[in-house]
């Protein structure tokens, strides 16, 4: 899998970028589409809940990839962590960034960082202990 050593979260980080450069009149809470909920409900979906939804969905993604062992993994987990401070320097530098929508994609982000360090923590630990075990039997 190609994908392993690059940052999924990357794709609505740019997304965004795109979205509020190129097409600056464009408001995030304006209703992208809309249906007709069986409760007679009419549901508005917004470009801010696409964009977020995307996200929130690419997240597990790069947990599970955290997971694995390897190169890759270590130059996943510095590239994530990257792209955070990437949001960070633009959201406090760029006024385009300066939204709540770019807000929770950066939590997101640093969601992404902080599992990947725990799960590549947890899983070295456990790596510790079975090398431990294995040289007492020895």
């Known amino acids: ?30 209703t992208t589409l809309s249906f007709q909920l069986v ?18 969905l690419l997240l597990p993604i790069e947990i599970l990839k955290a997971t694995r062992i390897g190169v890759r993994s270590i130059v996943d987990h510095v590239l994530s962590m990257v792209l955070f401070v990437a949001m960070l320097v633009e959201f406090i530098l760029v006024p385009q960034a300066g939204t709540s929508t770019f807000f929770i994609l950066m939590m997101i982000s640093i969601v992404d960082v902080v599992a990947g360090f725990i799960v590549t923590l947890r899983t070295a630990q456990r790596d510790m202990t079975i090398e431990k075990v294995g040289a007492l039997t020895s």
């Open 1 to 30: 899998m190609y994908l392993i050593g690059f940052p999924l979260l990357v794709i609505p980080f740019a997304i965004y970028n795109m979205l509020a450069f190129l097409t600056p009149g464009l408001g995030w809470t304006d």
């Open 39 to 56: 409760s007679g409900q009419l549901w508005t979906v917004t470009t801010e809940d696409l964009l977020l939804t995307l996200a929130i």
